[in-house]
């Protein structure tokens, strides 16, 4: 069962930088493809960005393309999520999600097999 854990969440003015980190434990992390959704009070669970296990293909969200960057460290069990130019509108709660699937396109909810618990980032206007 892998555990997925969420941090580097907090308040930042629009036009400022944050980088979320999720650590992974209780399976094998370099087998999972790595995804980061966010969900803002209201709307649905958006998709944010996905790594492949090997870190060969990435994939973003339309809103966060050219802003956001998405990372891992296998030998950390880590996946990251670099932003900046955050904008008021990427305030939500963002959360990592783990697949495995063999594809690197994995940009739907359900097809995640693990979710972290969330960590809330506001950016104010």
């Known amino acids: 069962q892998v555990q997925l854990v969420e941090s580097g969440g907090g308040l930042v003015h629009a036009g400022g930088s944050l980088t979320l980190s999720c650590v992974a434990s209780g399976g094998t992390f370099r087998r999972n493809g790595m995804g980061w959704f966010r969900q803002a009070p209201g709307k649905e669970r958006e998709f944010v960005a996905v790594?492949?296990?090997?870190?060969?293909?990435?994939y973003y969200g339309d809103s966060v393309k050219g802003r956001f960057t998405i990372s891992r460290d296998n030998a950390m069990n880590t996946v990251y999520l670099q932003m900046n130019s955050l904008r008021f509108e990427d305030t939500a709660v963002y959360y990592c999600a783990a697949h495995n699937s063999r594809r690197a396109r994995v940009i739907q909810p359900y097809e995640y097999n693990y979710w972290g618990r969330g960590t809330q980032v506001t950016v104010s206007s």
């Open positions: 790594i492949s296990w090997s870190a060969t293909s990435t």
